[in-house]
């Protein structure tokens, strides 16, 4: 079955501890890509790679680094976590031709206390 | 640059009436377009897109979406709206030529039974 996959799906932490989520997909697709959704201010992108060890910031990618190792996958790193970085995180990935639609994983959310 | 507009937060639709989510898009060149559904606690599912040819585009769970190059909309419809249907649509939108999708701020759709 064609999917991504995102783990942990639900963590709680403390300012400043180190965690990544990953993203891992089965579909052979180049192009990958991490979305924050918060209310009121709908999805916004992170950072996304076009192939691997090409990765490119979003919109709002302060506090966050990514790296793109092996085609598959795609983990989100945040080094020091802040409550601000408290949000829904979704990855996402779409193949070789740029009609294609994106799928999304079943999204990670994530609160920093 | 590209964007993308929903102008509402929510709609509300009684079961068995016809329902619509607007979008409205800006790019500099060729449009692709596409809706996404997401119910609660789920990632992101791929409704539907245009990307050339037939300006009614047919989808995913009896949804359809009309596209209108002089009005740069993409207008999300249903002739006959189910309780099931309730959740959160975002459009979105690709330059074409771009790899990079822009989203709106998405639409509640609630249908009341």
């Known amino acids: 079955e064609a999917q991504v996959t995102q783990n942990p799906r639900y963590l709680i932490t403390v300012t400043g501890k180190k965690l990544t989520v990953t993203c891992s997909q089965n579909m052979n697709h180049e192009y990958m890509s991490w979305y924050r959704q918060d209310p009121g201010l709908g999805l916004r992108q992170i950072y996304y790679s076009m192939n691997v060890e090409v990765t490119d910031k979003g919109d709002v990618p302060e506090g966050y680094k990514v790296s793109r190792k092996e085609k598959r996958n795609f983990p989100l790193i945040l080094e020091s976590p802040s409550p601000n970085q408290t949000s829904l995180y979704f990855c996402?990935?779409?193949?070789?031709?740029?009609?294609?639609?994106?799928?999304f994983g079943e999204g990670s959310r994530l609160t920093v206390l | 640059a590209q964007s993308v507009a929903q102008p509402e937060d929510q709609v509300n639709v009684a079961e068995g009436n016809p329902l619509t989510v607007k979008c409205t898009y800006s790019v500099s060149g060729n449009p692709y377009l596409f809706w996404y559904v997401q119910y609660p606690n789920r990632g992101l599912q791929f409704l539907l897109k245009?990307?050339?040819?037939?300006?009614l585009v047919k989808g995913s769970y009896g949804f359809e979406a009309e596209f209108n190059k002089s009005q740069t909309s993409f207008h999300l419809k249903k002739p006959s709206a189910l309780v099931s249907d309730s959740a959160l649509y975002f459009c979105?939108?690709?330059?074409?030529?771009?790899?990079?999708?822009?989203f709106g701020r998405g639409t509640s759709l609630i249908v009341h039974p």
């Open positions: 996402a990935s779409f193949g070789a031709s740029h009609t294609g639609e994106l799928f």
């Open positions: 245009y990307i050339t040819g037939d300006n």
């Open positions: 979105a939108v690709r330059d074409g030529g771009s790899y990079i999708p822009t």
